[in-house]
């Protein structure tokens, strides 16, 4: 008798599919981005997809709070339980709460945000999470052959900010040379109302012979107050000598730019 249990997959924020047994959902887009005053409604819409070739799929919809570590990476909290939280200012229609795709079946789902009349906070950027849940667990065969039930969740982030919040502030507060992980580490700070999107580029400028190398961009997403460690590996491989390292942060056009500069020694 084969060993069954259930495997429960957690996704975020992608594309999901169960190439096995075909199952899976697509939302887009991934993210809603609302701005409005005190008292205003706005509304925007997401599509879920069964893309599953033979599965119907009964889905609910749910809300909660997410915000960043210091890494960049997510971290999801229960809705209502964050400072920034307006997971309480979502309506969905009732009918959208709770329903069912037949494979292939796309349905367009409302999210109005109602900013409150009375604001409990001054901050001028508040975000939440809707789930899209699987609530029908369908079977699968792992790659040991036991028996498996696949359930599907998808979150998309929910962004909304005043629409007198307008300005963008990045500073980089550090920035080193880790001579044992031989990596650079690059701190820095979103110090705006509002949530900052960029990218980080490196050059490395071997002062010996002038050789410049560019480093792929490092992609970033920040919100209001967020403090950030970025580790920036070094090309390889990297002949000993005297470096200059310089960090350019690029979070928008050519006036939001702060860069960083920094000599090490490679041995």
């Known amino acids: 008798m084969k060993n069954t249990f259930q495997l429960f997959c957690f996704f975020f924020f992608v594309f999901i599919f169960n190439a096995k047994a075909q199952t899976g959902i697509s939302v887009s887009p991934p993210r809603l981005y609302f701005e409005s005053g ?7 819409k997401i599509t879920v997809t069964n893309v599953s070739a033979k599965n119907s799929l009964d889905l609910a919809v749910s809300l909660g709070d997410w915000e960043y570590d210091v890494k960049g990476e997510n971290q999801m909290h229960p809705a209502n339980s ?29 999210i109005t945000i109602t900013s409150p009349t009375l604001s409990k ?17 369908v079977d699968d065969v792992d790659s040991k052959g036991a028996n498996i039930k696949v359930s599907i969740r998808s979150g998309i982030k929910i962004f909304h900010k005043k629409p ?19 990596i ?28 410049k190398t560019t480093l792929s961009p490092i992609v970033f997403y920040t919100m209001p107050g967020n403090k950030r460690e970025m580790e920036i590996a070094l090309p390889t491989p990297l002949e000993k000598g005297k470096y200059t390292a310089s ?14 500069e920094l000599n090490f020694s490679y041995e």
């Open 82 to 110: 964050l400072p920034n939280s307006c997971a309480g200012w979502i309506t969905i229609k009732k009918g959208d709460n709770y329903f069912s795709l037949t494979p292939g079946e796309r349905r367009d789902i409302e």
């Open 164 to 182: 007198e919040a307008t300005k963008k502030k990045i500073e980089i507060t550090d920035l080193k040379f880790d001579a044992a992980k031989k």
């Open 38 to 44: 005190a008292g205003i409604s706005n509304t925007e």
């Open 247 to 260: 960090v350019l942060i690029d979070y928008g056009d050519a006036e939001n730019l702060e860069m960083g």
């Open 121 to 137: 906070d001054n901050l001028s950027a508040h975000t939440a999470l809707l789930y899209v849940s699987q609530m029908n667990p």
């Open 184 to 211: 650079l580490t690059l701190n820095f700070e979103n110090q705006a109302e509002i949530w900052v999107d960029g990218k980080v580029t490196t050059d490395i400028l071997n002062a010996d012979n002038g050789k």
